[in-house]
Each structure stands twice: as structure tokens, then as C-alpha cells.
């Protein structure tokens, strides 16, 4: 499959498990966080953000953290279903012009 | 309606030619942005245009040019491509430069 040969972190879950995905950020100026969700073949596609002044954020079964202090990011996914399945990848946003600096990527797969 | 949209969808060529992407957004965004992926699956910010002006200009090789002919298009050009040049390209917009940013579909260009 696409992710032979990757080395990205993985997490395998059964369906409607709750997942649990980590990040960590390198810019302690950042001030906004986006989760993106990439399927095979298209582009990523923005799941949920968060600002730095905020610690939680919540959405339709997903819920973002963030933990300033030790420059953590998590993004948590209830009830997992098959279509889930995807690379989740976190960016920080530095005072750039916008400029997204992207985490490595975490493969999910959720199986039936 | 497709938001935005990159074509080609796959692009294969030989090593030395000169090739362009082409991005377009119906959304009425302001800034509009290129982004390498690579073979692993890392995502990489290449240049940023708001209002047709460039604002980021990351250390991509002068064999990369983009051109905004007005705010709803973003193109790339490569002249004298290279096997390092083998990637997705994605290009994304958003409301501005502050805000969450959308992407395409992608484009695959395999240098032989």
C-alpha cells in the first residue's frame, strides 16, 4: 500500500475506538494550530484549529489540544470509523505571512 | 463545484524540460500558495502570493517561478526540471494570509 517504505508514526485502532494523535510544535511564537487530514491521492483537508490562547477546542467527534508548556499538540478522534483512516498531519503557524509549517504526519488506520 | 483546482492531475517528464502547474480558486480568497509534498509525505510551504504580490519566497531553486495573473490564479513554472523535482505539488488559498487555508487535489510530477 501507499504506506510501505513511509516511516511515519502509526496508529492502528479498531472501529469505534476513540484515537488519540500527538504533535509536537517547535515554534513557541506560534500562534494558530490546524489538524489536516490527508487521504490517499487528494489533497490535505482542514479538520479543526485551535489559537493560542485557548487550550481546547472541540468539533464533531474530534477535540483539539494544546498544551503551551511543553509545545504539545493532540487531536482526538471519538467513535473511529473506517473512513478516518488517512494521514493526520498538525501545523503551526509562525507571524509569517501565514506561513504553515507542517509535522511529519501520522498514519491512521481504523479497521472494521 | 471543485474550489480549487490544479491541473494536471499527474505531469511525467523528462529530466531538462520546462513544464507549468496551474491553480485556480473560486472562492474569492486573497492568498493563494504552493506546497511540495515528497516521497514522504512531508509537506513543505514553497511560496505565498496575497493579492497578487508575493509574500513568502522559501529557499526553493530559481528553476521555480510562480506567476499570479490575477488573485483567483496561481501558477508554477519549473524550467530545466530535475529528478529531485519528482513530488505532489499542492496549492491551497485562503480568505488571507491570517486564515485557514484550503488545499487542492494535488498534482504528481514524476522527472524520468
Known amino acids: 500500500g501507499e504506506s510501505v517504505g513511509l516511516h511515519l508514526p502509526t496508529l492502528s485502532v479498531q472501529e469505534g475506538d476513540n484515537s488519540i494523535i500527538n504533535c509536537a510544535y517547535s515554534?513557541?511564537?506560534?500562534?494558530?494550530f490546524i489538524w489536516y487530514k490527508q487521504e490517499s491521492g487528494k489533497g490535505p483537508q482542514f479538520i479543526i484549529d485551535i489559537r493560542s490562547n485557548m487550550d481546547k477546542r472541540q468539533g464533531q467527534r474530534v477535540t483539539v489540544l494544546l498544551n503551551k508548556t511543553v509545545k504539545h499538540l493532540s487531536l482526538q478522534i471519538a467513535a473511529t470509523q473506517p473512513g478516518d483512516s488517512a494521514v493526520y498531519f498538525c501545523a503551526e503557524r509562525g507571524t509569517s505571512y501565514g506561513k504553515l509549517t507542517f509535522g511529519q504526519g501520522t498514519i491512521l488506520t481504523v479497521h472494521p | 463545484d471543485t474550489a480549487v483546482s490544479q491541473t494536471p492531475k499527474y505531469l511525467v517528464t523528462q529530466m531538462g524540460n520546462d513544464k507549468s502547474i496551474k491553480c485556480e480558486q473560486n472562492l474569492g480568497h486573497d492568498t493563494m500558495y504552493w506546497y511540495k509534498q515528497d516521497s514522504k509525505k512531508f509537506l513543505k510551504i514553497m511560496f505565498s502570493?496575497?493579492?497578487?504580490?508575493?509574500?513568502i519566497n522559501e529557499t526553493v531553486p530559481n528553476r521555480f517561478s510562480p506567476k499570479s495573473p490575477d488573485k483567483a490564479h496561481l501558477n508554477l513554472h519549473i524550467n530545466s526540471l530535475e529528478l529531485g523535482d519528482s513530488a505532489v505539488y499542492f496549492c491551497?488559498?485562503?480568505?488571507?494570509?491570517?486564515?485557514?487555508?484550503?488545499f487542492g487535489p494535488g498534482t504528481r510530477l514524476t522527472v524520468l
Open positions: 502570493y496575497n493579492n497578487k504580490e508575493l509574500i
Open positions: 491551497a488559498s485562503s480568505p488571507s494570509s491570517a486564515d485557514t487555508q484550503y
Open positions: 515554534n513557541s511564537a506560534s500562534d494558530y
